[in-house]
């Protein structure tokens, strides 16, 4: 990978983190605890809510999962040691990368491991 792929991968990475953050704000909101005031949860039943509150609570923890993979990928590139597979050492090709700069595994590897799953 040249540096302008990785400065690429990089910005992209930066992007994401920002999206993230901004979406685990934003999903901490709907997360909180279910008010038990029928005013503040206006015509939305309490079982709807508690509803929204757990696919809150579940894109929250995704949204952790990815800001994890993100940061290290991030942790990689200080560490120069980004666009290599973690399983065979293979250099991950720069489109994979630019499609998801938090990719830790190069293709092969990954379809073999969601052929384990
Ligand atoms: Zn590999």
Known sequence: MNSDQLEQCHEALEKLKQELSEEISSLEQ???PVVLDQQAV?????GDAL???N???ANL?????RMHEVLHAEQKIDEADYGY?????ALISPPRLLARPDSRLCLNCQSATEQKN
């Open 42 to 46: 206006g015509r939305v039943s309490r």
């Open 55 to 57: 696919m809150a609570l």
């Open 51 to 53: 509803q929204q509150q």
């Open 61 to 65: 923890q995704q949204c952790h999962q």
């Open 85 to 89: 597979c973690e399983s065979c050492d």
């Open 30 to 32: 709907s997360a909180r």
